[in-house]
């Protein structure tokens, strides 16, 4: 079964209105971490957003936001403002199992292409 | 310099050729890693090290050959590969071995577009 479901193959805005960017998890530890990532053309992975399983407080980094509902596992992205750069893939990865024992791991969704038109 | 850097950007091989890829952290990172990212599939963790030891070999096929001389620098020797393997296989390295835990994402570099004929 996939741990990270991102149900959005491509999603299209027009420039400076918000979009949201789904993404389901499945987990049954109760610590774990959930990130967002972005992917231009360019093929560099970019760290944009993190949300920690026990945060009581959506993340918030500049235009992008999590919408973190813990008992849906879901952890949804949403950017406001778009802009053109915004275009790009986006990953959402959850990270399982504790930190200090070094058994993490890091499990990545297909990911969700963003268009962004003018 | 800054981050993470991979070369070649682009690569076409051979299945008979031997080749290698290179990453270099400028980060100060203690742990290392190989992804691969083929098309319409997540990303999958090939390799994993932490202060030159490897820590994880998820099931990688002997064809791929990692090398850790130090923690700024890893290696993926490629050796007989299969078309198969075409695909972006990125580098990225994280402070410590947390996998991307609180103030400790991974960190990526570009990527090197690996196409096997």
């Known amino acids: 079964a996939q741990k990270i479901t991102q149900t959005q193959p491509g999603m299209f805005v027009q420039e400076k209105e918000a979009v949201t960017l789904d993404c389901t998890y499945d987990?049954?530890?109760?610590?774990?971490?959930l990130f967002w990532y972005k992917q231009p053309s360019s093929g560099e992975m970019i760290f944009l957003i993190y949300?920690?399983?026990?945060?009581?407080q959506n993340a918030t980094e500049g235009r992008y936001s999590l919408n973190f509902q813990k008992a849906r596992k879901s952890a949804n992205l949403v950017i406001s403002a778009s802009q053109l750069g915004d275009s790009a893939m986006y990953f959402c990865?959850?990270?399982?199992?504790?930190?200090?024992?070094?058994?993490?791991?890091?499990?990545f969704g297909k990911g969700t292409k963003l268009t962004v038109n003018p | 310099e800054t981050g993470v850097t991979q070369t070649p950007r682009h690569l076409v091989m051979g299945m008979t050729n031997k080749k290698s890829l290179k990453c270099e952290q400028h980060?100060?990172?203690?742990?290392m890693y190989w992804y691969k990212q083929s098309a319409k599939k997540p990303l999958e963790l090939m390799f994993v090290?932490?202060?030159?030891?490897?820590?994880e070999n998820n099931s990688v096929p002997s064809r791929f050959s990692p090398e850790c001389p130090n923690s700024s620098h890893l290696f993926l020797h490629l050796h007989t590969l299969q078309p198969e393997d075409s695909a972006l296989y990125l580098c990225?390295?994280?402070?410590?071995?947390?996998?991307?835990?609180?103030?400790?994402?991974?960190?990526f570099g570009n990527g090197t577009r690996l196409t096997v004929t």
């Open positions: 990225a390295s994280s402070q410590d071995l947390s996998y991307g835990g609180r103030g400790s994402p991974l960190h």
């Open positions: 987990t049954s530890d109760q610590s774990y971490g």
């Open positions: 949300q920690g399983s026990y945060d009581e």
């Open positions: 990865a959850m990270r399982e199992g504790e930190p200090e024992g070094g058994s993490e791991k890091l499990v």
């Open positions: 980060l100060g990172h203690n742990a």
């Open positions: 090290y932490s202060l030159e030891e490897r820590v």
